[in-house]
């Protein structure tokens, strides 16, 4: 990252996952790198030049700064909101957006792409069959995977949903280290939607099985990674699980494949140069807004205060799913 003069912004965070720490983050610690002096505020009475916003609340609404959204979840920026955002869909938008997925955010990442380089014994070693950490039934699909896998061989879940270890485990990767394969589906189904879960997988040295991103093949190389898209019917995936269980060679080299290949989508990630890159462009035009201001941008805001105000009064579920649920 190149050396600049120490430049000063006034910074907050808001509507992100309860752990987020606002003042060291993945996008602090880049912009500290580059040179910025970050002065963090905690509430729009501080009057920040710029808030980073989640997906997991609407304090953004308070801010009447320079907004810029954030998503970790299967949704699509909206610009009549938010002045930039960053997220999983492949798209273009007139420099106010930057793909920026999740998984790159993830302390598993620097893990993940050294994953070819752990030695042969540690693959060999590994004498259980199939792992599953999920804490939600969002998918059905993955759902029907897991019970489909779950009946004809042995997978141990150990996140919150179909539980059969007694409780949640407490480390996912240490695990996960345990494991031949890794159940790695997503939520949804989305052009660009990859998250940690492939990348958890990679960096403890399991075989991922993915569904999800249509696009993945693009994203990481196709020979680290079982892609359920491959095959014509979830028995098919069985028989070649069971014949990639049983073959030392094969299993061997699809553990000591480089999850990524030079054309790979993900490679752009290795460091954190885009995400310092794409908010230092920001920085460096000031604190204006190009959200929607007009009219209608107003009334669509607008709109959005009313329905929020009126989950939060009358607490109707389906306002509050609508509005607030956790994706």
């Not at 798209?91 to 993940?112: F, I, K, M, V």
């Not at 491959?230 to 999850?259: G, H, K, M, R, V």
Request: aromatic letters at 14%; hydrophobic letters at 40%; one cysteine or more.
């Amino acid at each position: 990252m190149p050396s600049l003069p120490a430049r000063r912004v006034r910074l907050a965070f808001c509507d992100l996952a309860g752990d987020w720490n606002a003042e060291d983050n993945y996008f602090t610690r880049a912009l500290r790198r580059g040179g910025y002096q970050i002065d963090a505020c905690h509430s729009p009475a501080e009057q920040p030049d710029f808030v980073i916003c989640g997906t997991f609340g609407h304090d953004f609404l308070q801010y009447s700064c320079c907004r810029i959204q954030f998503s970790g979840e299967d949704n699509w920026p909206d610009l009549n909101l938010f002045d930039y955002a960053m997220g999983f869909p492949l798209l273009n938008y007139g420099g106010r957006y930057l793909r920026l997925p999740l998984y790159a955010l993830r302390d598993s990442w620097p893990l993940a792409l050294q994953k070819h380089t752990l030695p042969a014994a540690d693959f060999a070693a590994r004498k259980k069959f199939c792992n599953f950490v999920v804490s939600n039934d969002f998918s059905a699909v993955r759902n029907e995977f897991f019970a489909a896998l779950s009946a004809h061989r042995q997978v141990d879940s150990g996140g919150q949903y179909a539980n059969n270890l007694g409780g949640p485990v407490a480390d996912k990767l240490a695990f996960q280290r345990q494991y031949k394969f890794s159940i790695a589906y997503e939520n949804s189904r989305d052009p660009g939607y990859c998250t940690e879960k492939i990348v958890d997988a990679f960096a403890a040295g399991t075989v991922p099985i993915y569904w999800g991103d249509p696009e993945i093949k693009g994203e990481f190389n196709p020979a680290a990674f079982i892609c359920a898209d491959d095959y014509p019917d979830t028995p098919a995936l069985l028989a070649a699980l069971d014949a990639l269980d049983a073959d030392d060679a094969a299993f061997l080299a699809i553990c000591q494949a480089p999850i990524l290949l030079p054309e790979s989508r993900a490679a752009r990630y290795q460091t954190d140069e885009a995400a310092f890159r794409f908010l230092d462009g920001i920085f460096q035009q000031g604190p204006h807004l190009c959200r929607n201001q007009s009219c209608w941008g107003s009334i669509y805001e607008n709109d959005l205060r009313y329905y929020h105000r009126l989950a939060e009064t009358a607490k109707q579920p389906l306002l509050q799913r609508l509005f607030g649920r956790k994706a």
